[in-house]
Nanobody, 124 residues
């Protein structure tokens, strides 16, 4: 069992930066691939980024590649999402997700545990 709690969301102007954190409880964090998804109003949940359990592999959505960076600290049971050059279209609720195993992927249904989400709003 893994419990996930996101933090770090807020209101930022276009071009600004935010760093999201996701703190995990439970002993399976280091055995789990982690990911960030987001959901804007009226839209489906979409994949943002994933990182393998050893941090050796990452994958990004094309829409955030080069602007966002996912990382993790297994000693602190925390995964991060550094978001730079934010755009209004990045506005969404951002969710942290965990999938037991080495690699995650971009399909939300593959993930076993979810956080409650944190709101990110980018003003133009």
């Amino acid at each position: 069992q893994v419990q996930l709690v996101e933090s770090g969301g807020g209101l930022v102007q276009a071009g600004g930066s935010l760093r999201l954190s996701c703190a995990a409880s439970g002993r399976t964090f280091s055995s789990s691939a982690m990911a960030w998804f987001r959901q804007a109003p009226g839209k489906e949940r979409e994949f943002v980024a994933t990182i393998s359990r050893s941090s050796g592999s990452t994958l990004y959505a094309d829409s955030v590649k080069g602007r966002f960076t996912i990382s993790r600290d297994n000693a602190e049971n925390t995964v991060y999402l550094q978001m730079n050059s934010l755009k209004p279209e990045d506005t969404a609720v951002y969710y942290c997700a965990a999938k037991y195993g080495r690699y995650g992927g971009s399909y939300y249904a593959d993930y076993d545990y979810w956080g409650q989400g944190t709101q990110v709003t980018v003003s133009s």
